[in-house]
């Protein structure tokens, strides 16, 4: 029950307090699955390929690998690992849809 | 039966499927027209969407041409995936919760602009137009190749097959019968693919033979007796004949890294794959669908460049120093049958330039010079050569190699190779056009909304009713089709390279003024729009000078090509976008507010004029 102004102000700061933590969590997971994102394309199978084409995997340049396999398989994980961790974040805000 | 029959077979009955869905599905409101009235499942969605993305490029000429380049055709692979990751991550989900029809729609209200949405208008029908041209060429290439109907014809069914069912059905009629084209074309993709494997790896799994050791009935001949992994002989075979090294490729660090980033960039900026996340209920759906989008695209994508090195693999243990007369006595290696065919058709051409009856396949330069003309006698009879090879009219060139590949052939000559069964041949037919029909209908509808919701609805005639708006949105569905069909007929000749031209303008000018509008709450209007000018203006003056204007190579800004140019144009484009708005004022709240809400999902609700 909102009683007094004071109640009304707490309310307020309270959702403001909550959206910005929200968005923060938000962002962090952003970052890091973009990073993740990077270097598996452009870091491993870019800038790096040189180097990692020493290595093999089975009868894969790495290198080689990761620039026409690997990179391509992280990027679909990464969308569902977002999609869970979202989905988990806006149960615990309470923006869940339904 | 024979390779005619079963291709009209199966063709005709992928054609009846697709408008059978289009009666089911005919939209009977803008909403339906435009976004399929928001209802599409996750899975349907990212379905269609994987088919609206792959073109008749994707499945036709893809594998060929990272077959030709190796390593340096990994741009194509990272740079069509990685974009969802983007999209998923930065766009699907603030847009779906935004809830309009359109980019421009985004642009116009976030901007709080007229000019902005008038801009994003034009820059979506450029983009749309320079694609649409090329998948209606490919219909009518697929109809010639296959069923021996001349390329106008074949324009033309392809023409009255996407003008009935985008007319009738719009976004809804669209979205299923996408998803029928996307089961099409990936069992057709996929069937000969799982048969080459396991004659060159003996592994149905193509994405793992890709790095085995040859084996199985063809790979076998090509290691002659020796356990070598595949991706090792080609390496040793591209040495021996003077190709570059097939994992390492010819392009700069620079160039590769700045290309990828442009298709990857550019992707995501597409107004036909954006749009395509407006059709779902929900904001967790548009995340979702992103997710089954790109792995019903990887699909393909991570075959295609198996299939790639497959095919060369056999293509140069076949061919090379094989003896092309049939006459030949059996102990010396002959050419096989599918070469033969498919010189009959201009894709493969052979010129004895030492004339010692073998065929010599190497990397010092084209054989001929254009793409081969056949020879014709007084008489009007086929003139033959020696060995029986047939002759062409074109000049040939002081190279040793004596080859002409078309690149298309690695897909196309495929079944043929493998010695697959007539009625998977015809597949290839229905898979390539499923292909190009997808892409086509989905690119017309963003020209049609295009045209009827932002121009017509939002700028000239605010009162237009429902019925109206729908109407217009028909009509301009079908003059739409009638342009593209014109260019399918009469391909302008720089039709190739404006492709560069939809993805730098894509990743320059859409991509910035996006994220921005959703990870920036204080960029106002005058920062987005001198950052998409910029980024247009600079991205397009440096395409058309070396495209157009006869820059070459020798002058690229730090070596980047006109493909990869779209990246400097992307930064640029944000650096002044965030420098213009801090010193201008800030947006007005209400826009700071539209920015809040847009990053929570809960209430996102059915896209919808009301707002």
């Known amino acids: 029950m909102i009683a007094t102004f004071g ?12 959206r910005l933590a929200y968005w923060r969590s938000n962002l962090t997971y952003l970052i890091v699955l973009l990073t993740i994102w990077f270097v598996v394309s452009y870091g491993f199978g870019i800038l790096l390929v040189d180097e990692l084409n020493q290595f093999s995997l089975g009868g894969f340049p790495l ?36 | 039966m024979d390779v005619q029959t079963w291709t009209f077979l199966i063709v005709g009955a992928s054609f009846a499927l697709y408008i059978g869905i289009a009666i089911w599905s005919r939209a009977a409101s803008t909403g339906e027209f435009y976004i399929a009235g928001g209802g599409v499942h996750p899975v349907a969605n990212g379905m269609a969407t994987a088919a609206d993305w792959m073109s008749a490029a994707s499945f036709i000429s893809m594998a060929g041409l990272i077959s030709f380049t190796g390593y340096d055709g990994s741009v194509y ?42 801009i994003a208008v034009f820059c979506a029908i450029f983009v749309s137009f320079t694609y649409v041209a090329g998948q209606m060429r490919g219909v009518g290439v697929v109809f010639s190749r296959f069923l021996e109907v001349d390329i106008t014809s074949g324009v033309l069914i392809g023409m009255a097959l996407v003008f009935f069912y985008a007319t009738l059905g719009g976004m809804k009629g669209i979205t299923y019968t996408q998803v029928a084209q996307y089961v099409v074309l990936i069992f057709a993709y996929m069937v000969p693919a799982i048969f080459i494997s396991i004659l060159l790896s003996n592994n149905p799994l193509p994405q793992l033979g890709f790095g085995g050791f040859l084996s199985g ?110 006459s030949a006595p059996d102990s010396v290696k002959k050419i096989p049958g599918w070469f033969k065919t498919w010189e009959d058709t201009g894709l493969i051409a052979w010129v ?161 003024a996006i994220i921005l509008g959703i990870f920036d709450k204080k960029m106002n209007r005058e920062g987005a729009l001198s950052g998409m000018v910029v980024g247009i203006v600079f991205t397009a003056m440096y395409i058309i000078y070396f495209k157009f204007l006869g820059g070459t190579s020798d002058q690229w800004f730090l070596g980047i090509s006109p493909e990869g140019i779209g990246t400097l144009g992307m930064i640029f484009n944000t650096v002044v976008a965030v420098i213009v708005s801090r010193l201008t004022t800030a947006p007005p709240e209400h826009i700071q507010e539209l920015v809040e809400d847009i990053r929570i999902p809960r209430g996102a609700g059915a896209a919808s004029e009301a707002h």
């Open chain 1, 7 to 18: 109640d009304l102000v707490e309310v307020f700061v309270d959702t403001e307090n909550q």
């Open chain 1, 63 to 98: 290198g080689f690998w990761f620039a026409q396999q690997g990179a391509i398989y992280v990027f679909v994980a990464l969308i569902f690992i977002y999609v869970q961790l979202m989905n988990q974040l806006d149960r615990k805000y309470g923006h869940s849809e339904d």
């Open chain 2, 77 to 118: 692979l990272m740079g069509w995936t990685g974009g969802y990751v983007l999209l998923a991550l930065l766009l699907a989900p603030y847009l779906r919760k935004f809830g309009k029809f359109t980019v421009p729609d985004f642009v116009g209200d976030r901007y709080y602009s007229h000019t902005g949405r008038i």
């Open chain 2, 217 to 326: 009935e063809l790979g076998s001949q090509v290691a002659g007796g020796q356990q070598i992994y595949l991706i090792d002989k080609l390496n040793q075979l591209h040495a021996e004949l003077g190709f570059a090294e097939y994992t390492s490729g010819t392009k700069s660090m620079l160039d590769i890294f700045c290309i990828t980033m442009a298709l990857m960039v550019g992707t995501a900026g597409l107004p036909h794959v954006i749009i395509r996340f407006y059709t779902v209920p929900k904001v967790r759906d548009a995340r979702i669908s992103a997710g089954w989008a790109l792995l019903f695209i990887a699909i393909l994508y991570t075959t295609a460049p198996a299939v790639a090195a497959f095919a060369r693999t056999n293509l140069i243990g076949a061919i090379s120093n094989a003896t092309y007369s049939s």
């Open chain 2, 352 to 512: 004895d330039k030492n004339k010692d009856g073998k065929v010599r396949y190497d990397g010092s330069g084209s054989a001929m010079v254009g793409k081969p003309k056949f020879a014709v006698a007084e008489d009007d009879s086929t003139p033959l050569g020696a060995s029986g090879e047939r002759l062409f009219s074109n000049s040939p060139t002081d190279n040793t190699n004596e080859v002409y590949i078309d690149r298309d052939i690695m897909v196309l000559a495929n079944p043929e190779i493998a010695g697959l069964p007539n009625w998977v041949i015809a597949l290839i037919a229905a898979g390539g056009l499923a292909a190009a029909l997808s892409t086509a209908a989905g690119l017309l509808l963003v020209v049609s909304t295009a045209i009827s919701h932002d121009l017509v609805k939002r700028t000239f005639n605010p009162n237009i009713s429902e019925r109206s708006e729908l109407l217009t949105a028909r009509i301009s569905a079908a003059a739409a089709v009638i342009v593209a069909g014109y260019f399918g007929i009469n391909p302008p000749g720089f039709v190739a390279q404006v492709v560069a031209f939809a993805f730098g303008l894509a990743a320059s000018s859409f991509f910035p």
